[in-house]
């Protein structure tokens, strides 16, 4: 299990939310099982619902891009 705080914390050079969210698509890639949102991440970017944003990075991965490009997102923020 990883929590986003310690996602965050071994990541200071981290300053947008959409980074965070590619960053918690590789972890699920390498394999984690479980996301805890421990933390609500601190960036002027964060989405009201960030936590659904990292947990469908976290489990659907790649797919979550080819969505956000279909629906007219490119940069995957709000």
Do not use: C
Not at 29 to 58: M, Q, S
């Amino acid at each position: 299990m990883v929590k986003v705080s310690e996602l965050m914390i071994a990541n200071p050079q981290i300053e947008k939310f959409n980074e965070l969210r590619e960053l918690v698509i590789e972890v699920g890639r390498a394999g984690e099982v479980f996301l805890e949102f421990d933390v609500k991440p601190d960036y002027p970017d964060t989405p009201p619902n960030w936590h659904l944003e990292l947990e469908t990075a976290f489990y659907w991965g790649d797919k979550t891009r080819e969505l956000k490009k279909k629906m007219g997102d490119e940069e995957g923020g709000s």
